[in-house]
């Protein structure tokens, strides 16, 4: 009886929707389907397939199951099995999540697609999620956001099966968590709740968080929410349903006031607001003539245009039809002004054409798109394209993609034919100026303030760095991006070059050895110069028993790449005197050493002028006095060095003949 039993309710009972994800975070996860049996609910879960070791029950029998998955890490893939009272029901490779990466972390891209108005059934729908499918190349989408009519005629329960779980579910709804507002035919055109207090179907179909649970404000009602991806904040408005009799448009609404506290709250950079019918459009639907849309005109896009809300997507006219970015735009079509309502009048493509550069954002501005044509497309109203649009196409289904990566937000309308008949792109934060101070030579590299291609006039570009080498002197350039939009402005201030130091132990004799020694604390080669051709690498250098040749200037230079400094110092031999000096010679000196009083006889053998100085043991000159004209004869001389320092000094005499000197020890 028990084999027979588990066989026959194994093989009666079956999925029949799902498994689709809801509210995600980075943290949890809402698994839900319903089954062709009543029965307990359980998904058995894990981060490898093979060993899926948690789970998760509701106690409970059912047709509609929800679980809520929770402690998990962020930007993790889970697998999951779906259970019915512990039989397997699905649980393949293919039955993965992944939680969202933590709230304001700007390093991982979002890819998101929004599909409006799309439950139709027509093979248009079916074409457009394939050409998704195929632009992500299979892999899972970070979200699936729905801008309402998602089940046409009447957004019924048996409606949503056929005509959205039926078309979704193997494209993405196992691995992308839904995200949906409602429209008008969610709402089957009716007010609700009805005279017996029921709600549209909608919101027994979807788990929405209300209570902040995936981020933002908490909301207290499924019509609308807010959650956090990564660095953008998403909003789902409710354009049609009526709360304390008050709609959408109306800004006293209970909606509008959380609105406000929601945005008020986000502090990610990126800000995405949906909703079902839209305040620009010359579509299927007009926004100048009918009277709820005129009225969300007039009235909210004045909040968002306060929280600077940067992208907002609608339906309800099934065309597509994208804005400038626009901004204190309240009025009609024909009183549109690109010079007053639109930051620019550029095309925002940012794809080489003319005028097409980015939007690039500081303050207020938001573009929109109406984007109701995933399911088909309709006619257009009189005064179509809207002026405020930039583009627009009321001939192909399509839906939109969206592609946040820090601060580029990029939305392309992706259409059934596989094209992208639009895109624009959004950067925050860029055009910067930046201040390096470096030494001479020193490699230095500069990033952008965007990711993407960059160019400069200087320097190398390597894996999206440029990179200067050598650089001498301070420099001012711009970085730009390949189709010069983008403009950072770089000042590098280069230090001097260091200077090396030269000293030896000149003067010296003749034939004894000359000392040049060289310090230097910057990067790079030393060399000297020197007379009688001497050239030479390295600090220090010996040469042995000069001759009088190698007397003179001797430059110790430092080179690193570009950069070239130099010191020199004059180094003097001097002939040696003892029996040397053909025509005069020194005679006496006293005392020697000296507490400061010097007496030096000298024998003046040829009369002339004689060049008289002081020099210390480096060989820098202290002192010259004045040249005289010497009489043959003995010629005193006295030398006062009471104020200089203790040490060696030597007194020089010379003309073009001869030098005479003597060392003289201050004591
Ligand atoms: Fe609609």
Redesign the pocket.
């Known amino acids: 009886m028990v084999i027979l039993f588990t066989g026959y309710f194994s093989f009666s009972q079956s999925l029949t929707r799902g498994p689709f994800l809801q509210m995600g975070y980075h943290d949890a996860m809402t698994v839900r389907w319903n089954t062709s049996e009543i029965g307990v609910g359980k998904i058995k879960f894990g981060e490898s397939f093979s060993n899926k070791n948690k789970s998760v029950s509701v106690p409970l029998e059912t047709l509609s199951h929800e679980v809520r998955v929770t402690n998990l890490k962020p930007r993790t893939k889970y697998y999951y099995g779906i259970y019915h009272n512990e039989i397997l029901l699905q649980g393949d490779t293919s039955n993965y999540f992944f939680t969202s990466p933590l709230p304001g972390n700007s390093s991982e891209p979002v890819r998101m697609v929004a599909f409006g108005?799309c439950g139709t059934l027509q093979p248009a729908q079916v074409e457009v999620a394939k050409r998704v499918s195929e632009y992500f190349g299979g892999k899972p989408i970070d979200g699936m956001l729905l801008l309402?009519?998602n089940a046409y005629d009447y957004g019924f329960e048996r409606e949503y099966q056929s005509n959205f779980f039926n078309i979704y579910q193997n494209f993405f709804l196992k691995n992308t968590v839904l995200w949906p507002s409602p429209?008008?035919?969610d709402y089957s055109d009716r007010t609700w709740p009805n005279d017996i207090g029921e709600r549209p179907d909608y919101y027994k179909i979807f788990s929405l968080p209300t209570k902040g649970e995936s981020g933002g404000i908490a909301s207290g009602n499924a019509a609308y929410y807010s959650y956090d991806y990564a660095n953008v904040h998403f909003v789902s408005l409710d354009s049609y349903g009526v709360e304390d009799s008050k709609k959408m448009a109306d800004t006293l609404s209970r909606q509008v006031q959380w609105l406000k506290k929601d945005l008020t709250a986000n502090k990610l950079p990126w800000t995405v607001v949906y909703f079902?019918h839209p305040p620009y459009t010359k579509g299927s639907h007009d926004s100048d003539t009918e009277l709820d849309l005129v009225a969300i005109r007039e009235n909210l896009v004045k909040v968002l245009d306060y929280y600077k809300v940067d992208v907002v997507l609608n339906?309800?006219s099934h065309n597509y039809e994208r804005s400038f970015m626009l901004n204190k735009y309240y009025a009609n079509e024909t009183s549109f002004n690109v010079n007053t309502h639109a930051s620019s009048n550029s095309t925002g493509k940012y794809d080489g054409s003319p005028s097409s550069c980015p939007y690039i954002k500081s303050g207020s501005g938001t573009v929109y798109i109406v984007a109701g044509a995933s399911g088909w497309v309709r006619g257009t109203k009189p005064g179509y394209p809207h002026n405020a649009m930039v583009t627009s196409n009321s001939e192909t289904t399509g839906a939109m993609i969206l592609e946040v990566n820090d601060n580029r937000f990029v939305a392309k309308y992706l259409t059934a034919n596989g094209s992208i008949f639009d895109q624009f792109t959004i950067f925050k934060d860029v055009n910067k100026k930046h201040q390096k101070t470096i030494e001479c030579g020193e490699i230095v590299t500069f990033g952008s303030s965007w990711k993407g291609d960059i160019q400069s006039a200087i320097g190398k570009v390597e894996n999206g760095l440029l990179k200067i080498d050598s650089l001498n002197k301070s420099v001012q350039f711009t970085i730009s991006d390949k189709k010069n939009c983008l403009h950072d402005t770089i000042q590098v201030n280069v230090n001097p070059y260091k200077i090396p130091r030269a000293s030896s132990n000149s003067p010296i004799m003749e034939s004894e050895t000359l000392l040049l020694d060289g310090k230097f604390d910057g990067k790079g080669l030393l060399s000297w110069k020197g007379p009688d051709n001497f050239m030479a690498n390295g600090e220090k250098q010996r040469i042995e028993k000069v001759n009088l040749n190698k007397g003179g200037k001797y430059f110790l230079r430092a080179n690193y790449k570009n950069c070239f400094s130099q010191d020199s110092i004059d180094v003097m031999i001097l002939k040696i005197l003892a029996n040397e000096m053909p025509n005069s010679k020194l005679v006496r000196v006293s005392p020697n050493p000296s507490e400061g009083v010097f007496e030096l006889e000298v024998n003046v053998a040829q009369e002339g002028y004689y060049d008289c100085f002081l020099v210390d043991f480096k060989g820098r000159v202290l002192n010259n006095y004045d040249t005289e004209n010497l009489q043959m004869g003995l010629k005193s001389f006295v030398l006062d060095l009471s104020n200089r320092e203790s040490g060696l000094y030597y007194f020089v005499l010379r003309n073009n003949q001869e030098i005479i000197s003597t060392k003289l020890l201050k004591k």
Request: hydrophobic content about 0%; proline content about 0%; charged content about 20%.
């Open positions: 108005d309402g009519d429209g008008n035919h079902h339906g309800h």
